[in-house]
């Protein structure tokens, strides 16, 4: 089992709904979450870290389940700016400098 | 100013050639990264460094090498090229106790 999975998409969602994409994770000792987003050939920026206790900054919300071992990014009255892919990424053990692990990404792309 | 910059932004380069990419940056951070990303694959680590005196090999760095002349600056070379290392290098950084990773522009390599 990969240790950060994403489904790769893409995800084609109409200008104003909501759409959401979630991120698997393989160890459960996992410590900490993030999310970034990558425009087409420009580099990774940090989009939110992801809290136990979920949260929320504008249109975006990110949810942890540990139980389950996924997070979640919930994006609301999407934008056609909100085109791009975005990354999980999770901190734990077996991990690279920083314990970082990557996901592959999930593309979106918001029509008009 | 960009806080994290590289040079070339883009490279074309034949098999057998050695090459040298460049980060600096201006954050102050300590840490610094080299990363590849390729299609398919997602970003993975080359090298990393936590501080001048200390470099440690990432989960890729085979056919790479990296120097810290400074804290500000990490070059990553390429002793002799080929073709599979064609792939997009971006250069990170990371300060203090936030996991937040800071990247650069990137440099798209390509080998023939």
């Known amino acids: 089992r990969k240790e950060v999975e994403q489904d790769p998409g893409p995800f084609n969602v109409p200008e104003g709904a909501t759409v959401a994409f979630n991120c698997t994770y393989s160890n459960s000792a996992s410590q900490s979450f993030f999310w970034y987003r990558q425009d087409c050939r420009k580099e990774p920026k940090l989009l939110m870290s992801?809290?136990?206790s979920g949260n929320e900054d504008g249109r975006f919300t990110a949810q942890l389940n540990r139980a389950s071992q996924y997070i979640s990014l919930l994006i609301r009255d999407s934008k056609l700016s909100d085109s791009a892919t975005y990354l999980c990424?999770?901190?734990?053990?077996?991990?690279?400098?920083?314990?970082?692990?990557f996901g592959k990404g999930t593309h979106l792309i918001i029509q008009p | 100013d960009a806080d994290v910059t590289q040079t070339p932004r883009n490279r074309i380069t034949k098999t057998g050639k050695r090459i040298m990419l460049e980060c600096s940056q201006t954050?102050?951070?300590?840490?610094m990264y080299w990363y590849r990303q390729d299609p398919g694959l997602g970003l993975r680590l080359i090298y990393y460094s936590f501080d001048v005196k200390d470099i440690n090999k990432g989960e890729i760095s085979d056919g790479y090498s990296v120097s810290r002349q400074a804290q500000a600056k990490f070059s990553l070379s390429l002793e002799s090229a080929i073709p599979n290392q064609t792939a997009l290098y971006f250069c990170?950084?990371?300060?203090?106790?936030?996991?937040?990773?800071?990247f650069g522009p990137g440099t798209r390599l390509t080998v023939t």
């Open positions: 954050k102050g951070h300590d840490r």
């Open positions: 992801v809290y136990s």
């Open positions: 990424v999770v901190r734990g053990p077996g991990g690279g400098a920083d314990g970082l692990t």
């Open positions: 990170a950084t990371r300060g203090g106790e936030s996991y937040e990773q800071y």
